[in-house]
């Protein structure tokens, strides 16, 4: 049984940051790989970081050197922070898992579970 509750959402302005959180209740955590993704309204659903079981990162180029991903495997919670936030951020932003550890890429179909998302709205 996986679940994934997401939070840290608001609204921000343009040049602000946010750290999102990502709690997870699954057992060894530590073994998964887990994904940050977004969807904006009226487009799909796309990946934006993961982080492996080593703790091994990789960003989506339209994040890359904002987002920062981290992990806390005692508290099984995955981070994401986001600086310099800019409007095309704005979107419901979820945490996934494909229960691997390894990052399975962006395809959503590689990933299994979901968190119900937490929404990131940034104003220009």
């Known amino acids: 049984h996986v679940q994934f509750l997401e939070s840290g959402g608001g609204l921000v302005q343009s040049g602000g940051s946010l750290r999102l959180s990502c709690l997870a209740s699954?057992?060894?955590?530590?073994?998964?790989?887990i994904g940050w993704f977004r969807q904006a309204p009226g487009k799909e659903r796309e990946g934006i970081s993961c982080?492996?079981?080593?703790?091994?990162?990789n960003y989506a180029d339209s994040v890359t050197g904002r987002f920062t991903i981290s992990r806390d495997n005692v508290k099984k919670t995955v981070d994401l922070q986001m600086i310099s936030l800019k409007p095309d951020d704005t979107a419901m932003y979820y945490c996934?898992?494909?229960?691997?550890?390894?990052?399975?890429?962006?395809?959503?179909?590689?990933?299994?579970?979901w968190g119900l998302g937490t929404q990131v709205t940034v104003s220009s």
């Open positions: 982080i492996n079981r080593w703790s091994k990162s």
């Open positions: 996934a898992t494909n229960l691997q550890p390894t990052c399975a890429g962006w395809s959503l179909a590689h990933y299994d579970y």
């Open positions: 699954v057992d060894t955590f530590d073994n998964h790989a």
